[in-house]
Structure formats: C-alpha cells, structure tokens
C-alpha cells in the first residue's frame, strides 16, 4: 500500500489549477492557501485528492480582517471591547470614499497643498461656534499629552495642576494623571480627594504653571461631603489671577464624552459648548464615545492655543489620517448616529421589539420572557445614568455560543439576557436567527455554568 501522504500534488501543480484564483488574489495568498489544503492532506483530515477543491474554498471564504462584526445585545451603549461607537452609515461610507487617493491635504483647484483636514474642522468649528478653531487627533489621551507638550513642557511651564479629586483611573490602568506625566509634566495636586476650592488652586498657580486641567471624572460618581471648582469658578479665579500676577494659565476641560452640546438625557455629562461658553480655553474630548464617530481626539478653543498644538513637532506623531477625517466629518454632518439611536430609543418600543423575538422564540418552543433592564451609556460616560430599557431573558448556557455567534449578551442573575438597545432594529430578525441557530445546535444538557460574557462599561 502507498503512503497516502505520497498522492499529496506538488505545489506547483495546484498553483496551476489554482491560475484564476491568483490572478485575483495573488500568489502568495493562494499559495498559503495550498500550502494549508497539504497540511491537513497530510494530517489525514482531507484526501490527498481534494487539495485544490479545499484551498479554492478556503479562498472563498476568506475575508479581509479577522476583526468580526458582533451585535451588541449587552445593553451598554459604547461597550470600549468590542469597538465603542458603531458608526453611522455616512461615516461608513465616507470611509470607503476617503480609501484611495483623496483630496485631505491638496486644494485641487490650484494644485497646491490645502489645510489638512479643512472640512471636517470647519464641521466641527460650525458645531461648536464657540471654537475659534479646533484640531483633530489621534484619540483623546493624545489630545491631553499634546496639549501638555504644547502649552507645558515645550513652553518652559511643566507644571500641570489638577485636583486630587479628578486624579483617576478611567479605564483598564489607565490613569490620565501618569499620562501628562509622561509628557514630562509635574502634577501639581491640589485639594483632597472629595473637596477641592478655588484657594486651592490659586495657591497652586506659578510662572511655571503650563495648565490647570479640569478632568470629568467619568467613570465614577463621588457623593456626600464633597465640593469641586468648576470651570466658571475657576475661570474667574484665572482672571483674577491673570490681572494680579499677569499670567495666563490656560484653563482646559477634558470632557471625555464627546458631547458638544448639552445632551438632555444626560444632564450630569459636560458638553464642549456649555464648557467654552463657562471660560474653558480648550475642551478635550473623543470622537469615539458620544460623539458616535470613529476613534479621534477633539481639541476647541481659543485659536492661539490650538495653534500651539497643531505647530508642536508632536502634533504630527498624533495626527489623524484621511479615513478618520473622512469619517468625523460625516459623523458631524450626516444624519444621527447608532450611538444617538440608541441612547434616545423609547423603551416602550424596545419592550415590544424584545417581545417579538421572545414571543418567535416561545412558538418555537424556547424559554423566553421580556424582563426590565438597566441599560448604561458605558465607555467611560454618564456613571450615574440607568437608562431603563427592556431584555429578553433566555438560559444561562446561550450566553457562550451567541458570543461565538457573534451576539454579545449579558449573564446575569442565572440567566442571558439580551437588551436590543445598541442593536439597530434591521438587525432584530438577525438576533432571533442567530438564537434559533444555536439553541438547535445547544444540547438541552448543556452545563449550566452562566459562561462569561462582555461586560465591562470601562473607558
Ligand atoms: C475616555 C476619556 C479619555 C481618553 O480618551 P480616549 O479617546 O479613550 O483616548 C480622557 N479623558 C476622559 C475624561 C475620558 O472620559
């Protein structure tokens, strides 16, 4: 008897048969390709025969990113794992406008080079017009460690004054305060942990003070004894300061959300405009939170300041590329995104959204009912907001082969619940398929471990 392993074609036999596949996907893809069918022929998994069939369709199959689109049952509006803001369809397709040659950097009526990113500025100075003028970067810790280059360390001033009760940890050991320090800042602290007031600052204020940052604590709520200066008091303070000692500290807001202006849904959550309009010289924030818009960092404010920031060496390690660009700019100008979608759906819909597919699922003999639910903004925003929303509650053990079916749910008390509020209502039919397809792969003895399921809200 021959080793079957001998029968395995040459290589350049399958490449031949292989000839219409290179010429779309190039050799070295089809030649991976080949070179996996051998494997598993050799490993007995597939006949020596079926080489070229399973190569061309593994070719089929292949897709361009690994990355896998997920539905976010979790409840949590912006869930940072799993990619934060889903974006809208105009920045989706702006995104394959900005893919090839475009004009971000070059004025195609003179040929000759523009401002980069000029459109999606004036989109963000037009909705925010208390800007003089803004500046896009790369996320928002990028904006903070420009802005304490720039207008700090660089400028000689490397003292950065925060209050001890905004020195906090936004997000998987991510503290802000080791970020400016980074840069090569000193963290002035000022204040305690629950009171800080506007004496504490002015003390703390130098010729070498380069910022007095004011940071939304947005993953936490703190209660009880506690006082704060906020960005009027603080204004006033710097004015004072300014007409006393004749420095001007420049005062930045690092409101993280995104928001630009004030969001009644969430009355705690700050906004660029309200911020400004109270005194701030700068607001910084990310694109990528409420804004709903691809990953990015917002700078707006007094037009010497960002000027500063966008003339600093640094500015160009942090600098966005077209596609975010192209992306922002339809976020600001296209119509709502997923992210406001889902922050502004009336729960009585999402109830009855859920008790469709909990009701589809009971015909076909599933457990399924319709439970309140907490949903939550996530993604570092709005701590103390519920947002009172609906789930559909089924077993425990459909959390894990969702999950590996691409829909994240949420375990809770013993059970899977899914909240269809970050889940865009074309995609329900979507949700109730991927659920019949996996309770009919779901044995009924299936442990009942709750398995694990995304649920972190962190920033
Ligand atoms: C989220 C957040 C940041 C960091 O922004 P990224 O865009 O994630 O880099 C900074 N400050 C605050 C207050 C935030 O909430």
Known sequence: MTDPRRRIPRTDDVLAELADLIDLAGRPVVKRAVAQAQDRARSGEIEPESVATSARAALADRRPTSLTSLINATGVVLHTNIGRASLSDDARSALLAASGHVDVEFDTATGARARRGRATLAALTAAVPAAEDALVVNNGAAALVLATTALGVAAGRP????????????????????????????????????????????????????????????????????????????????????????????????????????????????????????????????????????????????????????????????????????????????????????????????????QVLADSLTDKGLGATVVDHDAAVGGGGAPGTRLPSAAIAIRAEFAEPLRHAGVITRVHDGRCLLDLRGVPVADDQDVLDRILTVAATTSDSASGAASQSAQGADA
């Open 159 to 354: 003292e950065i004054i925060m209050s001890r009760g905004e020195i906090v940890e936004i997000g998987d050991s991510f503290r802000l305060h080791e970020l400016v320090r980074s840069a090569g800042a000193t963290i002035v602290e000022v204040g305690t942990t629950n009171r800080t007031w506007p004496q504490d600052y002015s003390e703390a204020i130098t010729d070498r003070t380069g910022l007095v940052l004011k940071i939304h604590p947005s993953n936490f709520v703190v209660t009880g004894f506690t006082h704060g200066v906020d960005v009027a008091e603080l204004r006033t303070l710097l004015n004072t300061v300014g007409e006393e000692r004749g420095l001007d500290v420049p005062l930045l807001a690092d409101i993280g959300s995104g928001l630009l202006r004030p969001e009644p849904l969430l009355p705690d959550e700050p906004d660029a405009a309200t911020a400004l309009a109270q005194g701030a010289d700068l607001v910084t924030a990310s694109g990528d939170k409420l804004l709903g818009g691809p990953q990015a960092g917002l700078v707006l404010g007094r037009r010497d300041l960002v000027e500063r920031m966008r003339r600093s060496p640094l500015a160009r390690a942090v600098r966005v590329d077209k596609l975010t660009l192209a992306a922002l700019e339809a976020t600001l100008t296209g119509a709502p995104t997923p992210t406001h979608t889902a922050l502004h759906a009336d729960v009585a819909e999402l109830r009855r959204r859920s």
